[in-house]
């Protein structure tokens, strides 16, 4: 092996030793798996053509890269969610196999809370990912983000603020799976009273169907509304299909299969009044990576 094919080996090894991390890092920041993998993709190309003999740590190198170009992606993301038909969910993923999704903590990960992170701008966004999922200093945030000590502080300072006002108290894991899979079999039957035992009174359900099937174009709120319009579908939703178990996200969830296609994630939140939110990701698009798991 000449010195050019051993550099190039070297390439290949530091980024797949932090390829998991990249990822991470790009998908909380962008929501979608698809975007974040064409953006690890995008800094593997940068780290090939770079002079690599000049980069003293080449950890942060290419976390700084992938940072930097998923910002890119969230400016003009932004811009196509605000014609978005319907309400828009983040794109569920698979984590049995890594339940943090290359982080060092399993924050900003779960469908609730990348709800909330699209509410920030993505800068304020990137902050908080790396600061609670990735436990940056903010001295190392300023490097990556290019500002300085003082405004990272209070970029992630205002991102912590947003998410804890906007999270309820939350229950253990075994309680949300005891919630999640008595909301399936209500739903299933469609057993209004059943459901309604199950969710706070002021539930969200979100449902994404891209404008690409049929889905609810605004969450439903309340209780009662959202038990009516589950229950309403049971016979057209469920009859014919065949529910699994899974990992989404860092929590239990539920695959719909049809004719053995995946055509729904199903996931919740709960706290001790029930289910606070439910998310049903129907897109086909939105599906086409946990639908490559199966």
Same mark, same amino acid.
């Given at each position: ?164 006002? @906007?999270?309820?108290? *939350?229950?253990?894991?075994?309680? /949300? +799976?005891? !919630? =999640?899979?008595? %909301? $399936? ?62 990992? @989404?996200?860092?929590? *239990?969830?539920?695959?719909?299969? /049809? +004719?053995? !296609? =995946?055509?729904? %994630? $199903? ?28």
């Amino acid at each position: 092996m000449d010195s050019h094919e051993a550099s190039l080996q070297n390439a290949v090894d530091v980024f797949q030793r932090t390829r998991p991390r990249l990822f991470g890092v790009a998908y909380r920041v962008l929501g979608t798996a698809a975007e974040a993998e064409d953006v690890v993709q995008d800094a593997w190309l940068r780290w090939q053509t770079t002079d690599r003999n000049a980069v003293k740590d080449p950890t942060a190198f290419l976390v700084t890269t992938t940072t930097r170009l998923a910002l890119n992606v969230a400016q003009s993301a932004r811009a196509q969610r605000e014609t978005y038909i319907g309400p828009w969910l983040p794109e569920p993923v698979d984590t049995s196999a890594d339940p943090y999704l290359g982080a060092e903590r399993g924050e900003a990960l779960s469908i609730a809370v990348l709800l909330l992170l699209e509410k920030l701008n993505p800068v304020e966004r990137a902050a908080y990912v790396l600061r609670e999922a990735f436990a940056y200093s903010h001295r190392e945030i300023a490097d990556l983000l290019d500002t300085t000590e003082g405004n990272a502080r209070q970029l992630a300072s205002r991102a912590q603020k947003h998410v804890a006002n @906007g999270r309820h108290a *939350s229950v253990s894991n075994e309680e /949300r +799976d005891r !919630l =999640l899979h008595g %909301f $399936i079999a209500a739903a299933q039957s469609g057993e209004v009273e059943a459901l309604e035992r199950l969710l706070a009174e002021d539930v969200v359900s979100y449902s994404d169907g891209g404008g690409i099937v049929t889905a609810a174009r605004v969450p439903l709120l309340g209780r009662t509304r959202v038990a009516q319009v589950v229950a309403g579908f049971h016979e057209r939703f469920w009859v014919g299909a065949e529910v699994r178990w899974s990992q @989404g996200n860092g929590q *239990s969830s539920a695959l719909v299969l /049809r +004719d053995g !296609l =995946l055509a729904a %994630f $199903i996931s919740v939140e709960a706290t001790t009044a029930g289910i606070q939110q439910i998310h049903f990701t129907l897109s086909p698009v939105k599906l086409r990576a946990l639908a490559a798991t199966l």
